[in-house]
């Protein structure tokens, strides 16, 4: 199927903002959690710190598996 550059484009601004989501809302769902739970617990910020970097791993993560689902497609 052929494509024009009207479509290229849109195509490309949903691939870049599927990825800004996908890397935000993990890592700020992370970073939310860990502050609930450390307020309710009375910790420091273990469980902040410990969420957030679960948050980025989450995010890594996906972002790897649309890099290799693209380039499974193309």
Same mark, same amino acid.
């Given at each position: 199927?052929? @494509? ?5 484009? =849109?195509?490309? !601004? ?9 890397? !935000? ?6 970073? /939310? /959690? *860990? ?7 009375? @910790?420091?910020?273990?469980? /902040?710190?410990?969420?957030?970097? =679960? *948050? ?6 996906? =972002? ?11």
């Amino acid at each position: 199927m052929k @494509t024009n550059g009207k479509s290229k484009i =849109l195509e490309n !601004l949903a691939l870049v903002s599927q990825i800004g989501i996908s890397m !935000l809302v993990p890592i700020l769902g992370g970073i /939310l /959690l *860990g502050n609930f739970i450390d307020k309710k617990l009375g @910790t420091g910020v273990i469980f /902040l710190l410990t969420f957030c970097v =679960l *948050g980025i791993i989450s995010s890594f993560v996906t =972002l790897f598996n649309i890099a290799v689902g693209r380039n499974k497609r193309k």
